[in-house]
């Protein structure tokens, strides 16, 4: 998706002077194959249990420090 991004920039004399820029947001194979990955995870490891922890108000705390 390519979009644009206003710069303003502001000069001694009081001249306002706008810059358009193009950003493309596209994401990389890299990127959408992280995406798709963590989809994965997220609908196989925690969306399963995430109502029972909401509900009961329970957290895991095994962290490793």
């Not at 000069?11 to 994401?27: E, Q, R, S």
């Amino acid at each position: 998706m390519l979009t644009y991004k206003k710069i303003f920039i502001q000069y001694k004399f009081g001249v306002l002077w706008v810059l358009i820029l193009p950003l493309d947001f596209t994401l990389t194979k890299e990127q959408l194959d992280l995406q798709q990955k963590a989809r994965k995870f997220a609908i196989k490891e925690v969306i399963p249990v995430s109502r029972k922890h909401d509900l009961s108000a329970e957290f895991l705390t095994n962290h490793q420090t």
